[in-house]
């Protein structure tokens, strides 16, 4: 019987992998022109970490963590996501000693149990920002514009940015407890989960997807309309400098965020295209998280985008390889020659195939097609004879004979042949 890969854990072949590649390439350029650097952060980490983090009445710490005992008798978690991780490595490394405004950023694998479905599975990738050290609502507008001109670097006209606040713990409570006396006379209505969370987390009940939901916090009071003033304050300064870069919003009063440690600012880039899982990014301000894992009081604000629901929005485009040359041989004196060129040609930075089976002409020209190779070589008894061979330009159909050393192929490929 064969051993197959587990229940939403999956592979990303050769063809898909290229799209993933090209979309991390992407945040990386984009990312660092904003500043930020990569941070590596383990997939394993102490459950503490997480409960203390994101909160014990979450659904992730509840009911999603992968969380055993190791050999030693430690409590350890699979990272569900990478903020309190990076924030972790943040204190314990003491950063902030050095500087207290950190940009960092992240790609990886996460873990949670959960019903997998279409763009969210129990091993799932994420890529991530956070930068610390600053509460300006600058820094706020900043990241939603990165954010934004990452998106539109892929081509993307889709997802579009929706924010809202939170509010503070200063106003935060008082709103908290409106809601939960207008949920009350509607608690019937709720779904189980948000019936369990309306003590512990009663705002998620905001934005869950079940119909009952929906009808239930129909005309529920909003947290912008709770806001104290500086919270306030902050809001309408983080979108005047958003509209002063022409970065567009809209205003979701609804959101909330599935984890405790998210303060003022929220946001999420939300799509019409991938069904029910309408958010390919989300993230917020956090300026309580530093010091609830031990570190000092410093304000942070970062987001997190989900690698295959991005991958799901570029499913039309195209991003396999396609060799720069194949080489065809006839007879074993040639495949010698086609396999030194190769080599050689290779280590100038071109990518080149051969065929290794001493096939016919006809076989290894199907070979080149299938490869959509942008030149072709045909080597055989003559071209060896007199020291050149024809290349041709499989785009545009030129074709020009060329020397056989490495040099002179490359510099006629460079030139279109």
């Known amino acids: ?28 350029r ?42 030693g008798g430690n409590k350890v978690t699979l990272r569900p996501e990478g903020t309190a991780s990076v924030m972790r490595a943040y204190v314990e490394h003491k950063m902030h000693a050095l500087d ?43 990241v939603l514009t990165m954010l934004t001109h990452f998106f539109q670097e892929l081509g993307l006209t889709e ?12 106003c935060r409570p008082a709103y908290r407890e409106a809601l939960k006396k207008f949920l009350l006379d509607r608690i019937d209505k709720l779904c189980d989960d948000c019936k369990r969370r309306y003590d512990t987390n009663p705002l998620r009940a905001l934005d869950c997807k079940s ?82 894992i ?3 009081q410093i304000p942070g604000i970062g987001f997190a985008m989900g690698v295959e629901r991005v991958a799901l929005l570029l499913a039309e485009k195209d991003f396999s390889r396609r060799p720069d040359l194949f080489i065809a041989a006839l ?12 080599s050689a040609l290779q280590r100038l930075g071109l990518a080149v195939e051969i065929d290794y089976e001493g096939k016919s002409l006809k076989s290894q020209m199907r070979r080149a097609d299938k490869f959509s190779s942008r030149f072709t070589l045909i080597i055989g008894g003559d071209e060896l004879a007199r020291g050149t061979a024809p290349l041709k330009n499989m785009d545009v159909g030129n074709q020009a004979e060329v020397a056989l050393d490495a040099a002179s192929i490359h510099a006629a490929m460079n030139a279109g042949a």
């Open 294 to 296: 031990g570190g000092p």
């Open 331 to 342: 007879g074993d004196e040639a495949h010698s020659e086609a396999f030194r060129l190769m």
């Open 1 to 28: 019987m064969a051993i197959t890969g587990i229940k939403g854990f999956n592979d990303i072949l050769p063809g898909e992998v290229e799209k993933w590649q090209h979309i991390e390439a992407t945040a990386r």
């Open 211 to 292: 119909a009952g939901c929906q009808e239930a916090t129909k005309g529920a009071p909003s947290m912008l309309d709770h806001l104290c003033p500086e919270c306030g304050d902050h809001f309408d300064k983080t979108r005047k400098y958003l509209e002063l870069v022409g970065t567009p919003y809209s205003i979701n009063p609804r959101m909330v965020r599935g984890l405790d440690y998210y303060t003022r600012t929220t946001f999420e880039m939300v799509t019409t295209m991938l069904g029910s899982q309408s958010a390919v990014a989300a993230g917020g301000r956090y300026d309580g998280l530093i010091s609830e």
């Open 30 to 71: 984009v990312f660092e022109l904003y500043g930020l650097s990569e941070i590596r952060i383990p997939i394993m980490e102490k459950t503490e970490l997480f409960c203390r983090s994101i909160g014990d009445a979450t659904d992730i710490v509840e009911k999603e963590m992968y969380s055993f005992e190791d050999k």
């Open 159 to 170: 997802p579009s940015l929706q924010i809202n606040s939170l509010g503070c713990p200063c």
């Open 100 to 142: 207290p405004v950190a940009r960092l950023y992240y790609m990886g694998p996460m873990f949670r149990y959960e019903r997998p479905q279409k763009g969210r599975y129990r091993q799932f990738h994420q890529i991530g920002a956070e930068i610390t050290g600053v509460a300006a609502p600058t820094v706020d507008a900043q």
